[in-house]
C-alpha cells in the first residue's frame, strides 16, 4: 500500500470518527448486494436503514485514491449515524478497485450501482426521487460524475436495469478532483489515473456542468495539500456559469480530510441541512 493511499484511508477514518454513535442492533442491514459483474469481479453495495426511516437515502461512494474496499457495517454505522439517526437509509457502494482498475471503471461501475439501487429502492424502503450521493477525496469526485452526468436510461436495452435511470436528487462532495485531464497519467500514489488521456475529459466532472444539474454541495479546506480548494472553486464557477444550485463551505485551516473535531461537528450540521432542504418529502 503506497504512502498516500495510507494518508487517503487515514483521513476518510479520521474524518467519520466523530459523526455521530449508532449502534449495528439498531439497524436493518442487507450486505454485499451484487449489482454487476465485470471483469470477473462482482461490485456489491450494502444497504443499512435507520430505525424510523424518512425514506430518502445517502448512497456512500466507498473509495480513496479510487481503491475501494467494504468497511465493516458496524464501523458504517457509527461513523454515519448522525445520518441514521435523521432517517436517512445509507447505501455503501463499492467499484472495481485501483491498482488493477482505473478510473474510468470506477466512474462506470457507480453509475450502474445507481440504477441498480433505484431499481430496487421499494425494496429497501427508498423513495428513488429522494436519493443524494456522497464522497471524499475521489469518492467525491464520483459524486459529482454521478450527479452531473446522470441519463434516463437506456429504453431500448433487454436489461431492466439499464433501462433504469441513475438521477440523482443532489450530491455532496467533500475536496474533490474535478479535472483529470491535468491529472491523468502514471502515477506510484494513484494507480487509477494511469489510463488513457483521450478518455480524460469523459470522467472530469467541471466540465459536465449543466442548467439541469441537482444541487451540488461542496466543502473543502485552505490547506488541502493533495486536492487545493482551487478544485472545488472551479467546480463552482463552472456551475454558476450555467446557474446550476450549489454551495461551496470553504473550511479555514482544515487540510485533507477534515481532521479536527471542530470541522468535522461543522460539517455534520452543514450536511444535515442541505439534505433536510433538499431531500424533504413532497
Known sequence: MSHWYQRIALSFVSLLVLFASYTLADAHVHEDITYVTRDDVAVSYDVIQAVEPNGAAVLLMSSGGW????????????????????????????????????????????KHAIRHVRHHAADYGIDAERMTVMGFSSGGHLSLMLALDADAGDTASADPIAQTSN????????????????????????????????????????????????????????????????????????????????????????????????????ARAEILAFLGEHLAAN
Do not use: C
Request: proline share 10%.
Open 67 to 110: 481503491f475501494s474496499r467494504k468497511y465493516p457495517i458496524e464501523g458504517v454505522t457509527e461513523r454515519f449515524g448522525f445520518l441514521l439517526d435523521a432517517g436517512y437509509t445509507l447505501v455503501s457502494i463499492r467499484h472495481r478497485s485501483a491498482p488493477e482498475f482505473k478510473v474510468p471503471d470506477a466512474v462506470a461501475d457507480v
Open 167 to 266: 438521477h440523482v436528487a443532489a450530491a455532496v462532495s467533500y475536496f474533490p478532483p474535478v479535472d483529470l485531464v491535468t491529472r491523468v497519467g502514471p502515477s506510484d500514489s494513484f494507480p487509477a489515473l494511469d489510463f488513457d488521456p483521450a478518455l480524460a475529459e469523459s470522467v472530469s466532472p467541471v466540465l459536465f456542468a449543466d442548467a439541469n444539474d441537482p444541487p451540488i454541495f461542496l466543502l473543502h479546506g485552505t490547506e488541502d495539500q493533495l486536492v487545493p480548494l482551487a478544485d472545488s472553486e472551479r467546480m463552482v464557477e463552472a456551475l454558476n456559469e450555467v446557474g446550476a444550485p450549489n454551495q461551496l463551505s470553504v473550511f479555514e485551516g482544515a487540510g485533507h480530510g477534515f481532521q479536527q473535531p471542530e470541522h468535522q461537528a461543522r
